[in-house]
């Protein structure tokens, strides 16, 4: 994959900065981003340095000092962003009990009334719209569960190997043919899209970068290790019905084939990865060590946060349209 | 009887094959397969299956999630 198309001057210096290679000092400091859009594909682009990275980046471009600290700038600013719509939202105890965390999440996740992409694919969605709404997940189901694997070793005991349980399944129980991700670069194919890594990023709006930014972020910092798991239940608690309505609206659009698999595979695999995520991993890790209890939540409701947000966007471009 | 660590604690885990899930599923570890209400056998390819309580799944024997939409009596 090559660098995203920069969406105003910080995204230009970053391009610019991980590509060089001798020529970095005459490219002065960092800008200022020119808006939130160029902070997100800036932070996205960096991000993406410690996953499988990009073949016009230098190489040793993950570690340098300069764009570490623009990452941290930029993840500093989206945490707090996200810390204050927590603490602005009256759905989560900030104070819940270790032993409560579960019941907690299942309730944040009841409480979420953000609007529902998967009912729209269900009954109304054009072809198109559901080619867009699949480009846009590509950004994540291309790397699905990825952003989780860092987590494991920050874990204790009993959140490790339930963690290490589900993405089992995740990374296909061994089988490269039923790796999520790989599931999906096959629905991608079957519907006509392109599936290489990252081939949609351009098209990417601001908040489908955002929401990978923040899974990105909590996998990549040990002090958000609760977040990252608060986030990863939160996710498999609210797919599994989703994905059956996914597989209906796929179905009615004559969309049959390896995409629908991709939705059908988790109609089953979330509804046991969502007792995994919350009692087995979340649970456990609040006992173990319960200042992450209320971290789990702030996880768990970023999530929810994210994905409404990109919710209405997509359907506001849509209603416009 | 599992032995204690230098804190006291006891480190032998609950790890049980079977966890029914309040108002859920019963989780199931380490089948090979599972004979449904019809008499189907299925084969099992995951470490954890989740199979249907409520008995309202669109899948059966395999949870769906649907007992989430299914008012508590």
């Not at chain 1, 594909?41 to 993406?48: D, R």
């Not at chain 1, 929401?211 to 939160?234: D, I, K, V």
Request: with cysteine; proline share 6%; charged share 25%.
């Amino acid at each position: 994959m090559r660098m995203p198309k920069p969406r105003g001057p910080l995204s230009e210096w970053t391009v610019a900065r991980l590509a060089a290679t001798a020529s970095d000092h005459e490219l002065g400091p960092a800008p200022s981003a020119g808006s939130w859009e160029d902070e997100t594909i800036t932070l996205w682009t960096l991000h993406e340095l410690s996953y499988r990275g990009f073949e016009d980046a230098a190489d040793r471009a993950e570690w340098d000092p300069e764009a570490l600290a623009v990452r941290q700038t930029l993840e500093i600013a989206l945490e707090e962003r996200l810390r204050d719509r927590w603490a602005g939202a009256d759905v989560s105890p900030a104070d819940v009990r270790p032993a409560d965390v579960p019941k907690a999440l299942e309730r944040v996740v009841a409480e979420d009334d953000g609007p529902s992409l998967a009912d729209h694919v269900r009954r109304h969605a054009t072809l198109d719209e559901v080619l867009e709404l699949l480009r846009q997940r590509s950004i994540y189901h291309l790397k699905e569960s990825d952003s989780s694997a860092w987590v494991v070793p920050r874990l204790p005991v009993r959140a490790k190997a339930a963690l290490m349980e589900l993405q089992y399944d995740e990374y296909g129980d061994g089988d490269p043919n039923r790796l999520h991700s790989h599931l999906f670069a096959r629905g991608l194919v079957a519907v006509g899209l392109r599936s290489e890594y990252g081939a949609y990023v351009d098209d990417a709006l601001p908040e489908t970068l955002e929401m990978n930014n923040a899974s990105s972020m909590f996998g990549l910092q040990r002090r958000l290790r609760g977040a990252a798991m608060g986030h990863l239940a939160a996710f498999e608690m609210t797919s599994s019905l989703p994905s059956r309505k996914m597989v209906q609206g796929l179905s009615r659009l004559g969309l049959d084939g390896a995409m629908t698999a991709y939705y059908d595979e988790h109609v089953e695999a979330d509804a046991i990865h969502e007792h995994l995520a919350a009692r087995d991993i979340c649970g456990t890790l609040a006992e173990d060590e319960p200042d992450q209890a209320s971290e789990i939540i702030f996880g768990a409701f970023a999530c929810l946060d994210l994905e409404a947000r990109f919710a209405t966007a997509v359907l506001a471009a849509w209603d416009r349209a | 009887m599992s032995e204690l660590w230098d804190d006291g604690t006891d480190q032998e885990f609950d790890h049980p094959d079977v966890v029914l899930q309040p108002h859920g599923p019963m989780l199931l570890r380490g089948a090979t397969s599972v004979q449904d209400a019809t008499g189907t056998v299925h084969a099992v390819t995951r470490p954890v299956v989740a199979l249907c309580r409520c008995e309202k799944s669109s899948r059966l024997p395999w949870c769906d999630g649907t007992h989430k939409v299914i008012p508590r009596g």
